[in-house]
C-alpha cells in the first residue's frame, strides 16, 4: 500500500474536501516550494518475511499560478483525489512545477525506485520461496 501527503511551511494537505479548499491549496503552494511525501508498506510477511516501510520526499517548486488557470484546473475536476490539490502526472498540474529536487515517482505516488531496492532481493534470489512453490 501507498499513500501521499503534501506538506507546506510543515502543516499536511491531503485531497481537498471542496472547492474552496482546492483554490485555497493552490493559492498557497502558487510560487513557494513545498514538500511531497510518499510512504509505501510491503506485507512480505505473508511469506515469512519482515514487513517494510518505506518513505521518500521530494521538494516541489510551483511557478507563480494566476487565478485563472486555479480556476480553470478546479473546473477540470482533477485536484479532489490529490493531496496538495494538483496532480504532476495530469495534463495541467506538471504545467505548475517549476522545478523538483529528489524522485518524480515521489511526486506521482509511488517511489518506484525505493520499490525496486526492496523488490529486487526476491527477484535475484532463486532460493525465495514463492507462493506457487
Known amino acids: 500500500t501507498a499513500d501521499t501527503l503534501v506538506f507546506l511551511d510543515q502543516k499536511p494537505m491531503g485531497k481537498p474536501k ?3 479548499e482546492a483554490y485555497f491549496f493552490l493559492k498557497t503552494l502558487s510560487g513557494r516550494t513545498h514538500e511531497v511525501i510518499t510512504a509505501f508498506c510491503l506485507g512480505l510477511n505473508l511469506y515469512d518475511h519482515p514487513q517494510t516501510t518505506r518513505w521518500a520526499k521530494t521538494l516541489v517548486t510551483f511557478k507563480k499560478l494566476s487565478d485563472e488557470i486555479i480556476n480553470q484546473y478546479i473546473n477540470s475536476g482533477s485536484p479532489f483525489d490529490k493531496a496538495g490539490g494538483y496532480g504532476y502526472q495530469d495534463d495541467f498540474g506538471k504545467s505548475f512545477v517549476e522545478s523538483i529536487n529528489g524522485l518524480e515517482s515521489t511526486i506521482i505516488g509511488l517511489p518506484i525506485e525505493l520499490l525496486l531496492d526492496e523488490l529486487t ?13
Open 18 to 20: 471542496d472547492r474552496d
Open 121 to 133: 532481493p526476491f527477484i535475484k534470489d532463486p532460493s525465495y520461496d514463492s507462493p506457487s512453490n
